[in-house]
């Protein structure tokens, strides 16, 4: 009897397990709706049950056998085909995403800083993308031009009596906006030695020359694979042929003081709704802080 019973076992229990994974597999195939693969790979495994289960029962002849299990075979190559081209999809996806996220950052973050200095020219911000752009082509911010560094020297008497009312004492090395006032005096008594090639001035350059056509600039770009700068491209959220929203207001009373404000959003074909939703700004407020800084 127990010999019996050993026999049963050994001869009916991975059959049996076969098909009973195969039958949890597909249940859940079925009621989560699982994707394609992972259904084909519980029918395969529910098949494989089935014929295990009938060779050992005698019900099923061997050539039958074989020739199902060819068939299942070849179900479960197709099933490792559209495994490898799944997996391929999506790591093409997930690549396709951080790129996309990557690129809308680094863009919301150079828009940022040309509405920020149109803002400091003007005193508001710029609420159309073709004025945007040709701002970004053709505008100018402020630059301090430095030439020649700060002198090494305490001021003479003289130099000290031109600066300054009431001669205070001379205790240390001349200041940067010594030096400066100095280079202004060019009938100074030292003025061809020490202070005719230093100047400090601040002067009018090009926005894109400022910002975007530094070499630190080209190369995070390079660096991260992005394409060359292109003002035009601004504008445009990556991977789509849509344009990012902007709105802005001229004036908004925040306690007593009034303030421009403005907000670009808008979504990157990539993650949930929530994940793609990318912005900077506020409407309401005097703030300009970025989605990706949360």
Known sequence: MTSNLSLILKKYTVPTLFFVIGCVMLYIAISQEQGLVFTIAAFMMLIAGILS????????????????????????????????????????????????????TQNLQDIRYIQ????????????????????????????????????????????????????????????????????????????????????????????KDVKFGTK???????????????????????????????ETKDSVKIGDESFPTIRVEGRIPYGTKKEGFMYFGSISLDELGGSWEE
Not at 71 to 83: P, Q, T
Not at 152 to 176: A, H, Q, V
């Open 53 to 104: 289960i009938g060779f050992s029962t005698g019900n099923i002849k061997s050539g039958l056998v074989y020739v199902l299990g060819i068939i299942a075979g070849i179900g479960g190559l197709v099933a490792v085909a559209m495994s490898y081209s799944s997996v391929k999809t999506t790591l093409t996806y997930q690549n396709n995403a951080r790129e996309c996220a990557a690129l809308a």
């Open 116 to 207: 920020k200095s149109y803002k400091e020219k003007t005193g508001k911000y710029i609420g159309d993308w073709n004025e945007f752009v040709e701002f970004t082509k053709n505008g100018t911010v402020p630059f301090l031009e430095s030439i020649g560094s700060v002198p090494s020297e305490k001021l003479t008497d003289e130099e000290n009596r031109y600066l300054y009312t009431g001669n205070p004492p001379i205790d240390n090395d001349m200041t940067e906006e010594e030096a400066y006032l100095l280079s202004l005096w060019t009938e100074g008594p030292r003025y061809e030695e020490l202070f005719k090639n230093f100047k400090r001035d601040t002067i009018q350059k090009s926005l």
């Open 216 to 246: 630190s600039y080209i190369a995070n770009r390079e660096k991260l694979g992005f394409y060359k700068f292109t003002p035009d491209s601004l504008p445009i959220i990556p991977h789509t042929n849509q344009k990012w929203s902007i």
